[in-house]
Every structure is written in C-alpha cells, then in structure tokens.
Nanobody, 124 residues
Framework: VQLQASGGGLVQAGGSLRLSCAAS????????MGWFRQAPGKEREFVAG????????AYADSVKGRFTISRGNAKNTVLLQMNSLKPEDTAVYYC??????????????????WGQGTLVTVSS
C-alpha cells in the first residue's frame, strides 16, 4: 500500500481544511486508516483513526468535535475534515494505514504504512 496525502495549506484560525489520502493497493478496503501529525519541535501525535468498515472511529481529545475522519467517495481515499482550526493545529499531517483492520488506536507502531505528509499552517 502506498499513501499520498494532499490538501494542506495556510488557513486563518477558525477556518477549515480537508485533507485527502489516496491509497494504492488492492487490499486497501480491509485496512484501518488514520492520521497523525507532528508540529515543529514536538513529538508525533495521533489525530484520528477509522476501522476498515468505517463503523469505529477515534480522535485525540485535542481535535474531538472539530475534526472528522471518513472514507471518500472516490475509491481508496480517506478524508480528514478539519474545522475551527487553531494555531496549535499547525503541523505536518501524515496519513497512515494498518493491516489490523479494526485498529483505531494511537500506537504509531501498529500502523504499517505511512504517507509523505502534508503541511497545515494555521495563522492567528
């Protein structure tokens, strides 16, 4: 599986962005998907996760109620809708996939595939 994230950019605080992750690989539909982020000078952190079926999701407390992870209409895509963005959301966002299709947790060691990252910058 190869993952390609896109949709990052510069946005003012309070604004919205939608990240997209396109996956190649015939078994994508059985993989759990998620997003991590890493801000400058900080450790990488979990943002959101979704099971292969889409029925189970999980979010970091810092984004709960503002971010939504979902499957895209296009085949093999996963989205991260980010609303009410804050300057502290500024980071490189990485799309991830786990062969454990039911996994929606925050352990980065359990995600087998990582995309190249897309930069989100939120200005105050």
């Amino acid at each position: 599986v190869q993952l390609q994230a896109s949709g990052g950019g510069l946005v003012q605080a309070g604004g919205s962005l939608r990240l997209s992750c396109a996956a190649s690989g015939r078994t994508f539909s059985s993989y759990a998907m998620g997003w991590f982020r890493q801000a400058p000078g900080k450790e990488r952190e979990f943002v959101a996760g979704m099971s292969w079926s889409g029925k189970r999701t999980a979010y970091a407390d810092s984004v709960k109620g503002r971010f939504t992870i979902s499957r895209g209409n296009a085949k093999n895509t996963v989205l991260l809708q980010m609303n009410s963005l804050k300057p502290e959301d500024t980071a490189v966002y990485y799309c991830v996939a786990s062969t454990g299709g039911g996994y929606v947790g925050n352990d980065d060691k359990l995600y087998d595939y990582w995309g190249q990252g897309t930069l989100v910058t939120v200005s105050s």
